[in-house]
Structure formats: structure tokens, C-alpha cells
């Protein structure tokens, strides 16, 4: 007759044998294969300089579709003196550009002076003595003489006042009455 300890000590062997023989048995491949890690993310570099508030090389994830605008929000933005009428924020970025935000007054002062022609009116009220001095039989002494007295009467009120000026008669008005306004 078998002994009832060896019965017990072989159940418990066997069902660790088969427990081992289970795990060993279920190896790597029976698990599920992971996916696989996606594909390096493509970065644009472009340097925004000028009127933006950070002023440097900015680098965006390459999504097909960036815009210089996408650059210049990288850079914090645009200033208050940023000439947004000198640029087209809407054209396509690419890498390795130079975005510059020009200034307004830098803009403006090169427009004005270049439309500055010398056929314009000349101002009795605000110009200065180098301006009135332009006019027709007007030299420094009299050009000052028109400011003092604009400023005692409170500027003139029609281009003909301005023959109360000592020294500026009918004649010399005829000569450039054509050339002033107030």
C-alpha cells in the first residue's frame, strides 16, 4: 500500500511541476506586440528680429501649414510700433527664414519724405522762419516777424492779415499768396 505522505508530497509536486511547465511554456510571444513609437516630430527654425517682443530663433513642430504669424506669436507677439502693413503675416513659413518686423515711424518718416514736394502750401499759422522764409520776398527778419506776430494775435484768421506784418504790403502778398495757408 502507498504510503498517504508521498501521495500528498507527489500532488504537491506535480502541481508545481505543472505550473512551472504553464509559465515556462508562455514565453514573449504570446504577448501582444506594443505599437510602435510614431515617427520623429519635424521642427522649422526661423529668426524673428524687430519689433516683436522676444527678439530670437524660434523653433515650431512642422505641421504642413505654418504661417509667418505662427513664428512672430512664438516670439511673444508683436510691439505697439510694429508696421504690420509692411509684411504679409499670412505668407508660408519656412525653415531656416529671417522674419522682420519693421517700426511704423521708421516707415512713415521714409513715405513723408519722399512726398514732400516743394509745391506744398506753406502753413502762416505753424510753419517755422526757415519755411516762411521760403516764400517770395521773405527773408529771416521778415519770417520772424510773422511768428512774433502770429503769436501776439493768436495766429492769423485769413492768409490776407498777414499784410499787417510791418514790412509786407500788397505787392509782396500778390507774390505769394498763391504759395500760403493757415
Request: no cysteine; charged share 25%.
Amino acid at each position: 500500500m502507498i504510503d498517504k505522505k508521498f501521495l500528498i508530497g507527489f500532488g504537491i509536486f506535480s502541481l508545481v511541476a505543472l505550473a512551472a511547465i504553464f509559465f515556462i511554456s508562455f514565453d514573449e510571444d504570446d504577448v501582444p506586440p506594443t505599437e510602435l513609437p510614431p515617427p520623429p516630430v519635424k521642427k522649422i527654425s526661423a529668426y524673428v528680429s524687430g519689433q516683436v517682443k522676444n527678439i530670437s530663433v524660434v523653433e515650431l513642430e512642422d505641421t504642413g501649414n505654418l504661417r509667418l504669424i505662427d513664428a512672430v506669436n512664438t516670439a511673444g507677439g508683436l510691439t505697439d510700433l510694429a508696421d504690420t502693413e509692411a509684411i504679409n503675416l499670412a505668407a508660408p513659413l519656412t525653415d531656416g527664414q529671417h522674419i522682420h518686423i519693421p517700426t511704423k515711424e521708421i516707415f512713415l518718416q521714409a513715405k513723408n519724405s519722399s512726398a514732400a514736394p516743394s509745391s506744398d502750401l506753406v502753413n502762416i499759422n505753424t510753419d517755422d522762419a526757415e519755411r516762411l522764409a521760403t516764400l517770395k520776398g521773405i527773408g529771416p527778419a521778415l519770417a520772424q516777424r510773422i511768428i512774433e506776430y502770429r503769436e501776439q494775435n493768436g495766429g492769423f484768421k485769413s492768409i490776407d492779415e498777414i499784410k499787417n506784418v510791418r514790412g509786407i504790403g500788397q505787392k509782396k502778398f500778390d507774390a505769394f499768396k498763391d504759395k500760403i495757408t493757415i
